[in-house]
């Protein structure tokens, strides 16, 4: 049974960072890409970033790119999304996703578990 466990929210500052950490078992880790998700209050589900199995490729919606940065310890099994230079837009629950397979992928078919959410509030 494939588990993924995100950590890590909380309510900032604008400005002030925070790391997310997700923890996954049931597959082997290293085999798969990862993706970052967020949904904000009566907002669709977006892509955030995504790594690919070897942490090779990496990939960020454009409003993050500078501020947010996806990385893997597949030793650890885990994956964690570092956030600096805070926004209130980026206040939403961030969910952490196992791909089908070893590429990285903005899109939401490409993942087949999902983690249960942190949320991340970010006052202003």
């Known amino acids: 049974q494939v588990q993924l466990v995100e950590s890590g929210g909380g309510l900032v500052q604008a400005g002030d960072s925070l790391r997310l950490s997700c923890s996954a078992s049931?597959?082997?880790?290293?085999?798969?890409?990862m993706g970052w998700f967020r949904q904000a209050p009566e907002k669709e589900r977006e892509f955030v970033a995504t790594?690919?199995?070897?942490?090779?490729?990496?990939d960020y919606v454009d409003s993050v790119k500078g501020r947010f940065t996806i990385s893997r310890d597949n030793a650890k099994n885990t994956v964690y999304l570092q956030m600096n230079s805070l926004e209130p837009e980026d206040t939403a629950l961030y969910y952490c996703?196992?791909?089908?397979?070893?590429?990285?992928?903005?899109?939401?078919?490409?993942?087949?578990?999902w983690g249960q959410g942190t949320q991340v509030t970010v006052s202003s």
């Open positions: 049931g597959r082997t880790f290293s085999n798969y890409g």
């Open positions: 996703a196992q791909g089908r397979a070893d590429y990285a992928s903005r899109r939401l078919g490409s993942y087949v578990y």
């Open positions: 790594i690919s199995r070897t942490g090779s490729t990496t």
